[in-house]
T-cell receptor, first 114, second 109 residues
Framework: NAGVTQTPKFQVLKTGQSMTLQCAQD?????MSWYRQDPGMGLRLIHY???????DQGEVPNGYNVSRSTTEDFPLRLLSAAPSQTSVYFC?????????????FGAGTRLSVL | KNEVEQSPQNLTAQEGEFITINCSYS?????LHWLQQHPGGGIVSLFM???GKKKHGRLIATINIQEKHSSLHITASHPRDSAVYIC???????????FGKGTKLSVKP
């Protein structure tokens, strides 16, 4: 199994550009989430989904959009990139809340916005 | 005040030493997670526990629900244990996690 696959691994954008970070999992997990990791801070939740067709905002959702049309895929869209969005982004998945909530993480996407 | 606090922030140990990393939380939780972030950036789950103690190899995780405190212990530490260790509190019906800032561990040979 591939687990959680994130692409791209690295990306440089100019301010105002848009892009989509891809996340796919092959474990039939219901729960998927996007985090950003910044120096000196813990991982912060951007958006999450508890199943296909259902998404919700996390702690820091502004400037990001998500959709969940299939169980496998959970893309994160930056609508108009800003330097404050320079960060490392992680996608994660799990079976869901409770006893099956072991999190599986993608390898991360390092994004720089100039 | 952060909802999940870890200590210490940085820890340097000699190979073979017993290591303890602490995590305190102020929110009600359904489970406490310990994760390891490798120097290359990848994150893996080590433990998920809601009571008592769990052991996997040289790693032991404990939790005291009444005191809202968890510890991660590493016995006979090795340079390959060098990583950032992160605790995260799981709360709410959706299972979202609140993360601590991490403890950077360096084990010297």
């Amino acid at each position: 199994n591939a687990g959680v696959t994130q692409t791209p691994k690295f990306q440089v954008l100019k301010t105002g550009q848009s892009m989509t970070l891809q996340c796919a999992q092959d474990m039939n997990h219901e729960y998927m989430s996007w985090y950003r990791q910044d120096p000196g801070m813990g991982l912060r939740l951007i958006h999450y989904s508890v199943g296909a067709g259902i998404t919700d905002q996390g702690e820091v959702p502004n400037g990001y959009n998500v959709s969940r049309s299939t169980t496998e895929d959970f893309p994160l869209r930056l609508l108009s990139a800003a330097p404050s969005q320079t960060s490392v982004y992680f996608c994660a998945s799990s079976y869901g809340a409770g006893a099956k909530n072991i999190q599986y993480f993608g390898a991360g996407t390092r994004l720089s916005v100039l | 005040k952060n909802e999940v606090e870890q200590s210490p922030q940085n820890l340097t140990a000699q190979e073979g030493e017993f290591i303890t990393i602490n995590c305190s939380y102020s929110v009600g939780i359904s489970a406490l997670h310990w994760l390891q972030q490798h120097p290359g950036g990848g994150i893996v789950s080590l433990f998920m526990l809601s009571s008592g103690k769990k052991k996997h190899g040289r790693l032991i995780a404990t939790i005291n629900i009444q005191e809202k405190h968890s510890s991660l212990h590493i016995t006979a530490s090795h340079p390959r244990d060098s990583a950032v260790y992160i605790c995260a509190a799981e709360g709410g019906s959706q299972g979202n996690l609140i993360f601590g800032k991490g403890t950077k561990l360096s084990v010297k040979p």
